[in-house]
Nanobody, 119 residues
Framework: QVQLVESGGDLVQPGGSLRLSCVAS????????MGWYRQAPGKLRELVAS???????NYADSVKGRFTISRDDATNTVSLQMNRLMPEDTAVYYC?????????????WGQGTRVTVSS
């Protein structure tokens, strides 16, 4: 059974920091590209950051320089360090694991963790 379990969401003031974590089980974690997505009320889910199995990271323009994604293959964990948070970062954040196969793509999602940035 595949599980991706996020944690770390909270209410934080503008300018503050949070660290989100996602622990995966039931997959060969080191083979997956891991990502963080977010969905704000009334908006589509969007990619925030991703990190390939080779450790190459990619960020949405809106978070570059503020967020850092990292992975630990020893503990099957992907993390998102979020600094200088802004109200527009308010959303439910989802962990995703994706692996491309010759004829298919396997993609798994966590249940989400809520981040609220407000004074």
């Amino acid at each position: 059974q595949v599980q991706l379990v996020e944690s770390g969401g909270d209410l934080v003031q503008p300018g503050g920091s949070l660290r989100l974590s996602c622990v995966a089980s039931g997959i060969t974690f080191k083979l997956y590209t891991m990502g963080w997505y977010r969905q704000a009320p009334g908006k589509l889910r969007e990619l925030v950051a991703s990190i390939s199995r080779d450790g190459i990271s990619n960020y949405a323009d809106s978070v570059k320089g503020r967020f850092t994604i990292s992975r630990d293959d020893a503990t099957n964990t992907v993390s998102l360090q979020m600094n200088r948070l802004m109200p527009e970062d308010t959303a439910v954040y989802y962990c995703n694991g994706e692996m491309a196969l010759p004829l298919d793509t396997r993609s798994w999602w966590g249940q989400g963790t809520r981040v609220t940035v407000s004074s």
